[in-house]
């Protein structure tokens, strides 16, 4: 498996993903508007063809850089195989290499396998959000800091690891 950054061409692969992961997907307009943010990281998780994504937007918390994680998929036949975390050891490392100490996300409360999932590669639960979904769900907003972390057993990011969207084509 090779994770790369994402390009304009994934597109259809990426909404089929998202379509086959989510009961509520995002359209494919909203997608593809993350291509044409420049502060956006879109990875693609692939073995021969994409098999998962993420999406996170460069943002800040009370002056503090961070990596926004607003979508992670991974396509139902390949899940349970590496892509996930793969795909966020990646987010990690490019986070590392722009000295950017935070990453945060929110999951939805009912999704005790994703929650888990987080959770094991070191994130925390930092706050209960009521009716934060448009469904009116709720979620648990949670948070990674860089310098917080365990070993992961991650390598320290090399110049080739250096990836920035800015460099991908759009």
């Known amino acids: 498996m090779h994770v790369r950054l994402g390009r304009r061409t994934d597109l259809p692969a990426i909404a089929a993903i998202e379509a086959a992961s989510f009961s509520h997907p995002w359209p494919s307009a ?3 508007a993350y291509f044409d ?17 993420l999406v996170a937007c460069r943002e800040r918390a009370a002056d503090v850089p961070m990596l926004h994680i607003h979508d992670l998929a991974v396509a139902p036949p390949h899940r349970r195989r590496g892509a996930a975390s793969a795909l966020l050891a990646e987010l990690i490392r490019i986070a590392a ?8 996300l929110e999951v939805r409360i009912t999704n005790e396998g ?5 959770e094991r590669h070191g994130f925390r639960v930092i706050r209960h959000l009521r009716r934060y979904y448009e469904d009116g769900g709720a979620a648990f907003q949670m948070e ?9 057993g991650l390598p320290a990011p090399t110049r080739t690891q250096r990836a920035s969207p800015r460099s ?3």
């Open 30 to 32: 909203r997608l593809a």
């Open 37 to 53: 943010h420049e502060g956006t990281v879109v990875l693609v998780a692939e073995e021969g063809s994409p098999t998962g994504f």
């Open 97 to 104: 290499a722009e000295g950017i100490p935070l990453l945060r």
């Open 114 to 118: 994703a929650r888990r999932f987080y």
């Open 144 to 152: 990674f800091e860089l310098g917080a972390r365990p070993n992961l």
């Open 168 to 170: 991908s084509p759009r």
